[in-house]
């Protein structure tokens, strides 16, 4: 069975191609050396729509579907991962769990500036001895005088500390609950909507980071912090489901923007293979180069039909067809696994056809190979998304 995008998403790529090649692809480079992050090119995004495709129209998006942002998200990509992984992080933990647990009053006050590029969010859940074991979290959250106050820390959190920031949905350890199967009790950990600017919430000195130079991401730190009590999002005690679930759409928006790196890298070495002179030829003659471009071609296709195949079970599940949850979330992380880790092999592969000149940061694969790794980090490492496929393949995982 084969699986093709269709001619709307094909033409919305070309929009968000040219978009790419005009106002990020002449600065990418500069920005990487420089660590700047664009915000007018940000704003640029808004305009054009993007961080409002999946958001309904009442809060100014366009109600589109999941696909269509993961086309973006590998576009943008393709020309530099920092403005694609911006993109990605504002929508999906940004936007959605706002969009998702929200309350009618919390969607309509914090939506529409998120929604058209004029703000951006950030979600804190990871910490400096906590990631995925949720119990570990230390950032408390104690109601009080109906304020929730907050002290903690979070790290390596996206869009936290931009000049268009505008909040951060943080986890915290509200009490403690009973488990139901086994009487033991465990942590609550609940979500809350920090808003930038409040007293005792510092996002602290940008990361000097191997990659991702011209995205944000920031330490944060949260001392007698005090929100309302309505910045509550979603369900007491059920922030960390919340967000889980939030990350399913993640593995497969970073799928995406793998697909632009390894995109980016193939495009890089067929030029380069035909133009680069060697012993009276060019090296793309010799089989040693050509095969090494020919693998590049084989993951570029097998990881862009996983991940639009997980995007369109994504789609099915929004429209209410019947797609089994279970099999979207492993799709979800097969999608992220593979192509997360092709775009590393791809980024190697890249600097090894370029030779001396790979290793040098005037030719973009050296920016590629850097920014390359995160992707098998964030958002689920890759032992994490093997540990989600053996369960759903009902090994007994721990």
Known sequence: MAFELSREHEEFRRVVRDFAEAEIAPHCAQWDREHHFPVDVVRKMGTLGLFGLTAPEEYGGAGGDFTSLCV?????????????????????????????????????RWLPDLVAGRALAGFGLTEPGAGSDAGATRTRAELVDDEWVINGAKQFITN????????????????????????EARPEISAIVVPSGTPGFTAEKSYDKLGWHA???????????????????GERGRGYAQFLAILDDGRVAIAALAVGLIQACLEQCVA??????????????????????????????????????????????????????AEFKRAAAVAKLYATESAVTATRIATQVFGGYGFMEEYPVARFYRDAKILEIGEGTSE??????????????E
């Open 272 to 325: 380069y293979a035909a133009e680069r002179q060697t012993f009276g030829g060019p090296i793309g003659r010799k089989q040693g180069v050509a095969f090494q471009i020919a693998d590049l071609e084989v993951m570029l296709q097998a990881s862009r039909l996983l991940t639009y195949k997980a995007a369109a079970m994504k789609d099915g599940l929004q429209e209410g067809r019947s797609v089994p949850v």
């Open 384 to 397: 994490v998304q093997r540990m989600l496929i053996a369960r759903g393949l009902g090994l007994p995982v």
């Open 72 to 108: 973006a998200i590998e576009e943008l990509g393709r020309v530099d991962q920092s403005l694609g992984i911006t993109l990605e992080a504002a929508v999906g933990l940004g936007i959605n769990p706002i969009l998702t647990y929200g309350t009618a009053e919390q969607r309509a």
């Open 160 to 183: 936290s500390g931009s000049s268009i920031t505008s909040l951060v949905t943080v986890t915290a350890r509200t009490g403690t609950s009973t488990s139901s199967s086994t009487g």
């Open 215 to 233: 995205s944000d991401t920031h330490p944060l730190s949260f001392e007698d912090v005090r929100v309302p009590a309505d910045h509550l999002l």
